[in-house]
């Protein structure tokens, strides 16, 4: 009987374990951005209620996110993201999002873009 009520304590024990960490995600986006001032704004905007860390990288344009997905979603924080005015890879910002962005921050533009030595912005890639 004891053997039988902690073989039933590990079970649950596990259990309880498991739906902690599935509770955490942990992925990364891509998203378009050239400056200093966007990586503020966009990890402002990534910065959710249930996120827990957001860095983006002005060089890889890599946004590396860590959320409680019981708080919040990836769609979600896809969403803040475009809202600020920022585009991600898969989910392009609205021209009137878009729009709100600094002048000096337009990522979209390409001698801006080749100032900064990036290549193609996401949203002509994906009208290629
Ligand atoms: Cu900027």
Not at 86 to 100: F, L, P, R, T
């Amino acid at each position: 009987m004891k053997k039988y009520i902690f073989s039933l304590l590990a079970v649950v024990a596990m259990t309880l374990n498991s739906t902690a960490q599935s509770k955490i995600t942990e992925t990364s986006l891509e998203v378009d951005g050239l400056c200093g001032m966007c990586k503020q704004r966009i990890e402002n905007a990534a910065y959710l209620p249930g996120v827990k860390k957001v860095n983006w990288d002005k060089e890889t344009h890599q946004l590396d996110l860590v959320f409680r997905n019981d708080k919040v979603s990836k769609e979600e924080i896809i969403a803040s993201i475009n809202d600020a005015g920022h585009d991600v890879k898969g989910a392009i910002a609205s021209e009137e999002q878009y729009a709100n962005i600094h002048g000096c921050c337009r990522y979209r533009d390409e001698g801006l873009r080749a100032n900064h030595g990036l290549g193609d912005a996401l949203c002509t890639e994906e009208k290629k």
